[in-house]
């Protein structure tokens, strides 16, 4: 086991109440670690305050400018994804345990979370670097974060028509989308809101985005996988004159006209995963091959 102390950053779902035993699993095996703990504000208060969590941690994470060995997101994907836009481009680690069903990013059971951490002190683990999105716009800075580990989607308001999203790779015009919207998938993503609208699912690390549109108004309109490499510019075109772009599920508003450029970001997000353990194992558990749902006849 190493000597090293290390530093472990906790980020998790406030919304979970029912939790709170598997989080003290986690915080006394760190504990026991002598392990320097820093908890995200917010999180930390629903623990102290809202579950009455006795919780000794180092330093509370109240934005980016923090540093650590590992971070934990305790929660789904999307308490993953949270923790990612706080990690940013610092390279750490970090492990998804899922207090809830299966995720792909969070695929570590709270049954395992003892195992897993003790691998983690012994150096037994696995990193995939995962790819990072960001957009950019003509206008006005986005109101939220530009980079997604997951996707970048400009989508209609709830009371508009659909849009017109002229889009172009590399400069070469691609199509403009008669859609509800238009979704830029890392492989990542491809797995989450792509995934629903028919998209692929891109195994990570294969170097590809794809382009999945939100309720085309054409039958002939498929996904579409390019490069990472690729740029993408979108120009978007409402009867409302704006319409909302979404990263990583975070929303805010543009104007008609927007230009918006996507492209990759110039770091990856660092995923731990146990050694051995497989993205196609997620994936049969995660979509069920292989079970049989026809029940059984008495």
């Known amino acids: ?37 820093l ?7 629903f623990l102290t305050v809202e579950q009455k969590i006795d919780v000794k941690a180092d330093k509370l994470i109240t934005d980016t400018r923090f540093q650590a060995d590992f971070a934990l997101s305790m929660g789904g994907d999307g308490t993953f994804l949270k923790a ?18 299966l995720g792909f ?29 960001q957009v950019d716009t003509d206008g006005e800075p986005l109101a939220i974060c530009e980079k997604a580990l997951n996707d970048i989607a400009v989508l209609k308001r709830d009371d508009a028509s659909m849009i017109s999203i002229s889009t172009c790779i590399d400069g070469e015009e691609l199509v403009t ?14 797995t989450a809101y792509s995934l629903s609208n028919g998209g692929p699912i891109l195994v990570p690390q294969t ?21 990472d490499e690729a740029v993408i510019t979108l120009t978007v075109e409402s009867r409302s004159h704006n319409f909302l772009i979404a ?6 508003k543009c104007d008609e006209q927007t230009r918006l450029t996507i492209r990759k970001a110039p770091y990856k997000i660092c995923v731990v ?26």
């Open 39 to 45: 908890i995200e504000k917010s999180f930390y208060d």
């Open 177 to 190: 989308y008669q859609a509800d919207g238009l979704i830029v998938s890392t492989p990542t993503g491809s």
């Open 247 to 252: 990263v990583d599920g975070r929303s805010a």
């Open 207 to 227: 170097g590809v985005l794809c382009l999945t549109a939100v309720a085309p108004h054409s039958l002939n309109i498929r996904p579409v996988v390019v490069s």
């Open 1 to 37: 086991m190493s000597s090293k102390k290390l530093r472990f950053a906790l980020f998790g779902n406030v919304y979970q109440a029912n939790k709170s035993a598997s989080i003290q699993k986690i915080l006394s095996v760190l504990a026991e670690q002598q392990a320097e703990v």
């Open 273 to 298: 995963k146990r050694s051995g353990h497989k993205f196609y194992s997620t994936l049969r558990e995660k979509m069920m091959w292989g079970a049989d749902g026809r029940g059984s006849s008495k």
């Open 84 to 101: 990612a836009h706080f990690v940013g481009d610092k390279q750490i680690p970090v492990l998804g345990i899922n207090m809830g069903r």
């Open 105 to 133: 990013l969070s695929d570590t059971s709270a049954a395992e979370v003892e195992s897993v951490l003790a691998s983690l002190f012994h150096g037994d683990y696995e990193v995939e670097h995962r790819t990072v999105i």
